[in-house]
């Protein structure tokens, strides 16, 4: 079912960090040391960050990580979905590996569950979440 993976938690630590400070390019030896990940998982975890457009990296003496937009515009679900793919359970994404996939009876009910999860990490966004002091 629906678990936070530790990829999302550090992803999530990275970019409330970002957000933290949205004006100040933050290097990775830096993130890194201040998050206490280490620096091969950040990387990991900015690439996937990066390429959903989540972040820019900046090259050079004044290089490293800042929000590709405001913190108002990233949403929790973004985040999740740029590190793990989108929210579903095993039926719901195709994968008949449940032997009861063809008869289930509560595939329509988790897909109204799943729905409502989205719509939540939708409307959370970073901002929201620096407000909340976490």
Known sequence: MFQIKT?????????????RQPKKTLSLSGLAQRLNISSAYLIQISQSLTKAGLIKSREGVQGGYILARPAGQISLLSIIEALEGAISTRCLSGEKHCPG???CRVRGVWDFIIADIKTVLKKRTLASLLKKSL
Do not use: C, H, K, Q
């Open 7 to 19: 990829r999302v938690d550090y992803g999530l630590m990275i970019m409330l960090e970002l957000a």
């Open 101 to 103: 996939f063809s008869g």
